[in-house]
Nanobody, 119 residues
């Protein structure tokens, strides 16, 4: 059962923009802090941005002022608008849903979407 699915990756030139979207099961989205992670070749997966159920965003320093995360709880989606892209933004981007139930933390992941920034 696919619980999260990303879309919107692709090839873009430096300085360009790209939007990613993640659609999830309503039972997950509505109770989760949603996030975007990325993993470049040979590197560990890193957190890019998160957004709480109330809509409060946080960003890793390297993307502040360039990326914007948003969510639409009615449509069970979370989006990542990426502007002023740099070659170092090249990575596979993953959607994440994290929720805490009692003392347990649960994570769901999408399959990932490739973003390549190159001239």
């Amino acid at each position: 059962q696919v619980r999260l699915a990303e879309s919107g990756g692709g090839l873009v030139q430096p300085g360009g923009s790209l939007g990613l979207a993640c659609v999830g099961a309503r039972s997950i989205i509505r109770i989760s802090t949603m996030g975007w992670y990325r993993q470049a070749p040979g590197k560990q997966r890193e957190l890019v941005a998160t957004i709480t159920r109330a809509g409060t965003p946080t960003y890793v320093d390297s993307v502040k002022g360039r990326f914007e995360i948003s969510r639409d709880n009615a449509k069970n989606t979370v989006s990542l608008q990426m502007n002023s892209l740099k070659p170092e933004d090249t990575a596979v981007y993953y959607c994440n849903a994290r929720r805490k139930i009692g003392f347990e933390v649960y994570d769901d992941w999408g399959q990932g979407t490739q973003v390549t920034v190159s001239s």
